[in-house]
């Protein structure tokens, strides 16, 4: 059984930053691509940013040089730095992976979502 528990999410001013993680547990034998998604009330959910096991990232053009993503593939991590952050961002936000499990073949797995709340 393969978890991704996400941690991180909270209550933020205009302006101000906070840092998702994102980790993932259980039969593991390979993860290849990880990204970050959002979801807004009525919205729906839509990349944030991603990357692949190399380290080639994409983001979002309203996440382009304000998010960055990154990962630990040693401990089956993947971060996202959120810096001016603006009350547009805020959402649930959900971490999704393409994981080699039990089955050995890939399979996509999400987080339950963490909540973003940015506002004064």
């Known amino acids: 059984q393969v978890q991704l528990v996400e941690s991180g999410g909270g209550l933020v001013q205009p302006g101000g930053s906070l840092t998702l993680s994102c980790a993932a547990s259980?039969?593991?034998?390979?993860?290849?691509?990880m990204g970050w998604y959002r979801q807004a009330p009525g919205n729906q959910r839509n990349l944030v940013a991603s990357?692949?096991?190399?380290?080639?990232?994409a983001y979002a053009d309203s996440a382009k040089g304000r998010f960055t993503i990154s990962r630990d593939n040693a401990k089956n991590t993947v971060h996202l730095q959120m810096n001016s952050l603006e009350p547009e961002d805020t959402a649930v936000y959900y971490c999704?992976?393409?994981?080699?499990?039990?089955?050995?073949?890939?399979?996509?797995?999400w987080g339950q979502g963490t909540q973003v709340t940015v506002s004064s």
């Open positions: 999704n992976a393409q994981i080699v499990d039990y089955t050995s073949r890939a399979r996509d797995y």
């Open positions: 259980g039969t593991i034998f390979n993860i290849y691509g």
């Open positions: 990357i692949d096991r190399s380290g080639s990232t």
